[in-house]
């Protein structure tokens, strides 16, 4: 009884931990905006905490440089489970237009699994609250399914992971 | 404390070869090869190890206090250093050292221009030259696991490891 | 007294890129503070040598997403001095319209982020909905809220319809009053005032030894701008005032830039108001000749220096980056000697970085060898409570 509160109140209210790989800053300010009137995120649930321990989703930007690779992974280790991660934009997903450079590991899910991409150069940001709204839809599927197992059965899964 | 506008210009006139002439005059032929190169760009040659004498008489005695930006350069059979210094009416003067590659060392100018503390670290990391008397000489853009003796921007310089499996270059 | 060293570690919770400070500490106050800037490091020079010009516009765009314009026209107008190429009039006006638009939409957004790191959340709210009029109006011209890739090389991509710009004069006009209300705020609100005045003192010699730009060097005094001093794109030809504060410290440079929202909006509306005629671009070569030219630009940050060499091929040979937050960062060093822990976030905030505040501080304590972590939101919560308790603020 509790754990499906517990389920639903994370559902509701999604706590978000925002971290940036080496980005240029766009999906960065464009998320920030969401905080704001205009987009107002906050009569979503979403907050944005400071610390690992407490946040259900990870949302990162950024080509994941070199330097940050192994500070993503362990912040990435630090979350309890169940987490859920956001790759923003173009980067996220590939390394964007800083794919090859030397001090780019290029693509977020090489370095931790991605639940979610957002694409864009940055997204728009009603397009980042779409990827919010899909990861909630991915946490009550998980949540009747006993988990994420379910999903290494979905060819996309298997296909889409690098990790 | 005062605040507000200065005074509105059209666009200044074009005083390098007027500074030509200047740089002439107090510096002799310090600064070789010095010509106009564009519309407010001069530019010129410098031994490596008259840097800081030229650079200090610049920032003294021509007024060129402010050391725009710092560039390492890979020409191929050498490598350099070139300054740009703002000169007035928007000028800016490009010096150029040049460096032999297999030993490119020549004085810090950070005791004339402190601001060149962090460009210096930077053409250091990128292409290996060595600022001698430097006040603090670590990597400034390379994280900590980036090998020693790997310099980037060297043209000869080739990327392996995860990094460069798509490298362009 | 032991000397502690505070490591101030790489991530912030709502906003832009990493840096990493070491703060050495004698009990409150700050004795040097050291700083990583290796989070954020791509490659991008290394990758504007293999890429055509073209391609290298859009990588070099992206440098910053904040000031993605200063970059992309910095370089554009570079490579065009060494081809050889003239902007005609209309192209270099756009230019010039998106560029102070982009400085009032970083002015803004720097506002807000200053008031976020001083408690002061309602004046973060206020700029960020004006700066929302902003992102609309770049959207129109350019079709994207951010990295708006309106040049190409030769001009911009992209024409302003006459019913554009009636609609950008409008928007243009509830901006001057907002900006005259950001005016009189920043000389009325506790707040602002207790957190700004006096604080990260920096003389003007210092400033210009230190080779800071912008407003950062402007409110030392130091009457600098690249737009009036080495005119570019459309500045040669349009009433430019270029504002300095002699107050020499985050005042100084928070009133620099409130005063250049002012004058921008003023900028946009000349230019919107007195647009030329004409094409947008002029045809630009695939290959540009040997040579090497500086090209600058005053971004919102400040002066901007992009080293361009050529050398006969459809590829520049160097492109050498020197950003002015590389440039204001020896300013923020000596600006906090001195000063408090408190004061950290406000005096690197001061310099509008562009590089996100790290939210991990590390904390060092030499004496012992002990290490413990803090978040960067408890360094501004610690500012905030510290100006509380000692100030009455609210």
Redesign the interface.
């Known amino acids: 009884m509790f754990e499906r509160l517990v389920r639903w109140a994370r559902r509701k209210s999604p706590w978000i931990l925002l971290f940036n790989s080496g980005a240029c800053n766009a999906c960065d300010i464009e998320i920030l905006s969401l905080l704001t009137p205009r987009f107002d995120v906050e009569r979503l649930g979403v907050l944005a905490k400071g610390t690992p321990r407490h946040a259900d989703i990870l949302v990162i930007t950024g080509p994941v440089t070199l330097k940050q690779s192994e500070r993503l992974r362990r912040i990435y280790d630090q979350m309890p489970d169940p987490k859920y991660v956001i790759a923003m934009g173009a980067c996220g997903a590939s390394g964007g237009i800083f794919e090859g450079l030397y001090h780019v590991v290029g693509g977020v899910d090489k370095v931790v699994p991605v639940d979610v991409w957002v694409a864009g150069c940055p997204p728009r940001p009603d397009e980042i609250v779409d990827g919010i709204l899909k990861v909630q839809q991915l946490m009550e599927e998980d949540a009747k399914r006993g988990g994420r197992e379910w999903r290494r059965g979905q060819p996309v899964y298997a296909t889409a992971q690098r990790t | 404390?005062?605040?507000?506008?200065?005074r509105?210009?059209?666009?200044?006139e074009d005083v390098a070869p007027e500074i030509v002439r200047e740089l002439s005059e107090r510096l002799g032929g310090a600064i070789a090869e010095l010509r106009q190169?564009?519309p407010?760009?001069l530019?010129g040659t410098v031994p490596a190890d008259d840097v800081r004498t030229v650079l200090r008489a610049l920032r003294d005695d021509l007024g060129c206090?402010?050391?725009?930006?710092?560039?390492?350069?890979?020409r191929g059979a050498t490598l350099a250093v070139?300054y740009?210094l703002?000169a007035r009416?928007?000028?800016?003067l490009?010096l150029t050292v040049s460096l032999p590659r297999d030993a490119p060392r020549l004085p810090s100018v950070t005791e004339v221009?402190?601001?060149?503390?962090?460009?210096e670290r930077?053409v250091h990391d990128?292409f290996g030259i060595v600022f001698e008397g430097h006040p603090d000489p670590r990597?400034?853009?390379?994280?900590?696991?980036?090998p020693e003796g790997e310099f980037?921007?060297r043209k000869d310089w080739k990327?392996r490891g995860?990094?460069?499996?798509?490298?362009?270059? | 007294m032991p000397e502690v060293e505070l490591p101030i570690g790489p991530q912030h919770p709502a906003l832009k890129e990493p840096v990493s400070f070491r703060v050495l500490v004698d009990g409150e106050r700050i004795v040097r503070l050291d700083l990583d800037v290796s989070y954020n490091h791509r490659g991008v020079e290394k990758g504007a040598e293999g890429r055509e010009f073209p391609k290298a516009l859009y990588l070099i765009e992206r440098i910053c997403g904040i000031c993605s314009h200063a970059h992309a026209t910095n370089f554009a107008k570079g490579v065009e001095a060494l081809m050889g190429v003239t902007v005609p009039p209309r192209g270099q006006w756009i230019r010039t319209l998106v560029a102070e638009l982009e400085r009032l939409h970083s002015h803004l957004l720097w506002l807000g982020v200053l008031a976020h790191e001083i408690g002061y959340n309602t004046l973060f709210m206020y700029t960020w909905r004006d700066r929302e009029t902003i992102q609309d109006l770049l959207e129109e011209i350019s079709g994207n809220r951010v990295n708006y890739g309106m040049n190409r090389l030769g001009g911009v991509r992209r024409d302003v319809s006459d019913d554009l710009r009636s609609r950008a004069l409008e928007g243009l006009r509830g901006l001057a009053d907002r900006a005259g209300f950001y005016s009189r705020i920043i000389r009325e609100e506790q707040t602002l005032l207790v957190r700004t005045r006096g604080v990260g003192r920096l003389p003007r010699d210092r400033a210009i030894a230190l080779g800071a730009v912008g407003p950062t060097a402007r409110g030392s005094g130091v009457d600098f701008d690249v737009r009036r001093d080495d005119p570019y794109v459309a500045y040669g030809d349009v009433p430019l005032h270029v504002m300095t504060s002699s107050a020499s410290d985050v005042f100084g440079r928070l009133e620099v830039r409130v005063r250049e929202i002012e004058e921008s909006v003023r900028l946009c509306t000349h230019l919107l108001e007195n647009l030329p005629s004409g094409d947008i671009a002029a045809k630009a070569p695939r290959v540009a000749p040997q040579g090497a030219y500086v090209s600058r630009y005053e971004a919102p940050r400040g002066e901007l220096v992009h080293y361009i060499r050529t050398n006969g091929t459809d590829k520049a040979d160097r492109v050498s980056v020197r950003t002015p937050t590389l440039a204001n960062w020896l300013s923020v060093v000596e600006a906090i000697q001195g000063r408090v822990i408190a004061d950290i976030p406000v005096v690197v905030a001061a310099i509008d970085p562009c590089l996100s505040c790290t939210s991990r501080t590390t904390f060092v304590d030499t004496g012992t060898g002990d290490r413990s972590a803090m978040e960067w939101d408890d360094l501004v919560a610690y500012g905030i409570r510290y100006y509380r308790e000692r100030e009455g603020l609210p």
């Open positions: 404390m005062a605040a507000g506008p200065a509105v210009r059209h666009g200044p190169t564009a407010r760009r530019a206090r402010h050391l725009s930006a710092l560039s390492g350069v890979d070139v740009h703002a009416g928007g000028t800016v490009s221009f402190p601001a060149a503390n962090l460009y930077e990128l990597p400034l853009l390379l994280y900590e696991g980036w980037p921007l990327p995860r990094e460069g499996t798509n490298a362009r270059g």
